[in-house]
Structures are given as structure tokens and as C-alpha cells.
């Protein structure tokens, strides 16, 4: 069982000083990162191939959803598979076995011909994407210092929206080019394999978590790696408060599903579940998957919903993100930021029901929907996406931050893979007024939820945090 001294470990840490353990750490940050852009692309690039891979592959309403749920079944495989794995041999290390399924993933699904061996292969990216997913925010937490953990961690989320962004401009270019080649979405898939071989041999040159390492306790190497990111007063005092707790939670054996007895651990992990369930219930994914289908549905051609939704939800949500991590993520508390985001993305969520429902068939109605569609991933990506990433990666213990991580974002990717698979099945049953009630309903829902069991993660280093939560303090 937990238990935790009443005060914090170590006197105030030194100020953060620039110097060429900024860049490096800054270097760290762009190398792992390009887990979030492997994750982004593989994600976002079946908006815009599915439609020319349907007659290749002979493909239905209900195996659409399939090509695009199986993914998201291997991304909750993986990322609990990743959060013991991550505890076991360390973030680096996922990382790089990471790198290599990208890789054969991507093989697998360019030369796929046909849907028996497609499904295999995007079960494999789900695996790496589900692994990246968790591994990435951890790893980049545990290495930030508290003034710029936010920010630091918050980049993945960044790079994430800025790969989806890359799959759209890239099969806009590609189907508007090369359209007319057959199997033209063997090309837009290809793409992923050039950052899996940067990630693979970045990682081979990156250092280990330090708070890992020390969980191990190797603390010499921990240090080092320190060093290598701080001034030297700096990474010796917060040697002093990891060591602290690592010593205390060493003798609590924490780490698993027996630590769920304890009262403060059972309630941060049911609220980073409900936290990750609710990220999914915005339909953030019905855009980032179907955009092309939805604005189809809105009016527009096939090759002009193509372009407009690269040209608006995509850049939208990179400047969205870009503003949350400049902006706000350490300046507003996490939860305040989160709930206001809800709120947000459920009213545009209103507003699109209205438009679909009121408003004549005709061009006005699609610039109005796309319009509102432009302002929910703004909202979300500014207010949302990023600072839900930074808080589950700071929300649990150190020794059990892996199996936490884990446990919330599988739940995640279960989500996503239902309302993935559901998505097009409902659109074609409802059309878009009936399909966004449903995510109005359950916005109105989170919120609620939300409201009642959030904490605030910010403004504290990650081990004056698990000292207030294990005193019940979750303000």
C-alpha cells in the first residue's frame, strides 16, 4: 500500500538556466516526437485513401469500419501491452522495438492485396500507434522539468495533429495528381515508412528516462542523464526528490491492480479512464478518419472535400495546438482548460445538429457545416487534445505511471475503435443531424463527469503532485 510522507522531499528546486542542456533536451524532445507524427499520419491517412482503396479492395460500409476499427483494436492492445512493457525495460527501448512495427506495418499494408492481408497489417500499426501513444507522453514528462513539462509534453500532441495534417495534404496532392493510377493509395500509405527509420535510428542515440532509471535504482546513470538535460544544481536536487519517493514506493511494491485497494490511486485511475473516454466521445475522430465521407455528406465533391479538409480542420487543428502549447497549457490549470474545452466542442456540437437541420440543401449549408466543423477542431486541439495527453502522462505514480497510462489509454482506444466502426454504419443510418445529437448527448455527459472528478495536475513538479494526491489533495 501507498503511503507517503505529509511533506515534500526537497527544498525548492533551482531556477532553470539556458545553456546546451536546453538544446539538448530540446533534441530529445523532436527525436521522440516522431512517435506522435507516425501516430498522426497512420492515423489521419485513411481520410482520403479509403475512398480509391473501397474499389481495389471490393470494400462495404461495414468493412470500412473494419479497416479503420482494427487499427484502433491494435492501439488498445498496444497500448496496454506498452504501459507494463515501458515499466519493465524502459521508454527508450519501447521506442525503438516501436520504430521497427511502424515499419513492417507499413510494408504490409502498401503491398496488401486484398482485405485479409490489409486488416493484419493495420492490426500491426495499431500495435505501434497504441505503443506510441503512451510511451511518448511518459517518456518526454518524466525528462521535462516542472516549468516546462506542459509545453515539453504537450509537443506530442503537437506533432500528432501536424502528422494527421501531413496525410491530408499529402493524399490531396497525391489523388490530385496521380488520381487516375490504380492502387494511387499504395502511395499515400508509403509515406509512413520515411519517420519509422528516423525514429528507429534517433532512438538508438537518445538517453533513458532518469525517473525510470531511478525507479531501478541505477541512480549513477539517472545522474547522468540529468546532466546531460539540467544544470548540474538543478539535476541534483531533483535527484533528491525522485530518490525520495522511488525509496518509499519501493517499499510499497506499487505498480499493478492490487494498488487499485488504495483509495487516492483507485480514483486518479477511474478519473484518467473517464478523462480518456470522454477525449473520444467529442467524435474528434469521426473528422480526423471520415472527413472526406462527412463533408461528402455536407455537399461537397469528393476531390473538393479532399481539399477543404486539409485545407480547414487540418491547419485549424495545427494552430489550435500550436496556441495551446505557446499560449496556455502552463499558464491555465489543466482542468480548467479540459472542462472549458468540453463545453466548447458541445456546443459546436449543437450548432452542427442546427445547421443540418435547418438550413436548405445547397452551397451555403456546406461552407456553414464546414465552417463549425473548423471551429470544433480548433477548439479541440486548443483547449483539449493537447492538455488531455499532458495531464494523463502526469496524473499516476511513478511506479505505476506505465500500468496507468496503459489502463486509461487502452480504454481510449476502445472507445475510438467503437465509435470508428460505428461512425459510417450511423452516418449512413442518421445522416449528420442524428450522428452529432449523439456526440451532443454525450458531451453533456462528460462534462458532468469531469466536473465532479478531475484534478489539476499543473504548477507542481510529478513528485509534489503524487505527495497531494496521496493526502487527498486533488485541487
Not at 536546453?22 to 492515423?43: E, M, N, P, S
Not at 540529468?226 to 511494491?253: G, I, P
Request: charge should be neutral; aromatic fraction near 8%; charged fraction near 15%.
Amino acid at each position: 500500500m501507498f503511503q507517503h510522507s505529509s511533506s515534500t522531499p526537497a527544498a525548492e528546486l533551482p531556477a532553470l538556466r539556458p545553456g546546451p542542456h536546453q538544446r539538448r533536451l530540446d533534441l530529445i524532445a523532436v527525436t521522440a516526437t516522431f512517435g506522435g507524427l507516425l501516430f498522426g499520419y497512420d492515423t489521419g491517412v485513411l481520410n482520403g485513401a479509403l475512398e480509391p482503396m473501397k474499389a481495389d479492395l471490393g470494400l462495404t460500409s461495414v468493412t470500412e469500419g473494419l479497416i479503420g476499427g482494427v487499427l484502433l483494436i491494435g492501439a488498445a492492445i498496444g497500448a496496454v501491452a506498452c504501459g507494463r512493457l515501458n515499466d519493465r525495460i524502459g521508454r527508450k527501448r519501447t521506442l525503438t522495438y516501436l520504430a521497427v512495427l511502424f515499419f513492417v506495418g507499413t510494408f504490409g499494408a502498401v503491398v496488401a492485396p486484398n482485405l485479409q492481408v490489409m486488416l493484419p497489417a493495420r492490426l500491426l500499426l495499431g500495435l505501434a500507434v497504441g505503443g506510441a501513444s503512451v510511451t511518448v507522453p511518459v517518456y518526454l514528462a518524466e525528462l521535462a522539468p516542472t516549468e516546462r513539462r506542459g509545453a515539453l509534453s504537450g509537443r506530442n500532441e503537437l506533432v500528432i495533429v501536424t502528422g494527421q495534417l501531413l496525410a491530408f495534404v499529402v493524399n490531396a496532392i497525391i489523388a490530385n495528381i496521380w488520381g487516375d493510377h490504380p492502387g494511387v493509395w499504395r502511395y499515400m500509405l508509403a509515406v509512413c515508412a520515411i519517420p519509422a527509420v528516423v525514429l528507429f535510428f534517433g532512438m538508438l542515440r537518445m538517453p533513458e528516462s532518469p525517473r525510470w532509471l531511478m525507479s531501478k535504482g541505477r541512480h549513477d546513470e539517472a545522474l547522468e542523464v540529468l546532466m546531460q538535460v539540467r544544470t548540474e544544481d538543478r539535476a541534483r536536487a531533483e535527484m533528491a526528490e525522485v530518490e525520495h519517493l522511488a525509496t518509499e514506493e519501493r517499499q510499497s511494491h506499487a505498480g499493478g491492480f492490487s494498488d487499485l485497494t488504495v483509495p487516492w490511486v483507485r480514483r486518479l485511475l477511474i478519473a484518467a479512464v473517464g478523462l480518456a473516454i470522454a477525449q473520444q466521445c467529442t467524435g474528434i475522430n469521426s473528422v480526423l478518419y471520415y472527413g472526406q465521407q462527412l463533408l461528402i455528406t455536407a455537399g461537397f465533391t469528393p476531390n473538393r472535400a479532399l481539399v477543404v479538409n486539409a485545407a480547414v480542420p487540418g491547419v485549424l487543428g495545427v494552430i489550435g495546438s500550436i496556441i495551446c502549447l505557446w499560449v496556455l497549457i502552463d499558464r491555465v490549470p489543466r482542468r480548467t482548460l479540459i472542462i472549458t474545452g468540453f463545453v466548447t466542442t458541445t456546443m459546436c456540437h449543437g450548432l452542427i445538429v442546427t445547421a443540418s437541420w435547418l438550413l436548405p440543401e445547397g452551397t451555403a449549408k456546406s461552407y456553414v457545416i464546414l465552417t463549425i466543423i473548423g471551429l470544433f477542431v480548433f477548439a479541440m486541439q486548443m483547449m483539449l487534445n493537447v492538455p488531455v495527453w499532458v495531464c494523463l502522462s502526469e496524473m499516476f505514480p511513478l511506479r505505476m505511471r506505465g500500468f496507468g497510462m496503459g489502463t486509461a489509454v487502452l480504454f481510449l482506444w476502445l472507445t475510438n475503435a467503437v465509435l470508428t466502426y460505428g461512425f459510417p454504419i450511423m452516418l449512413d443510418i442518421t445522416g449528420l443531424t442524428g450522428s452529432y445529437l449523439v456526440f451532443l448527448v454525450l458531451g453533456v455527459g462528460c462534462i458532468a463527469f469531469l466536473w465532479k472528478l478531475l484534478p489539476n495536475t499543473s504548477g507542481r513538479s510529478l513528485e509534489e503532485l503524487e505527495e497531494a494526491f496521496s493526502g487527498n489533495d486533488f485541487r
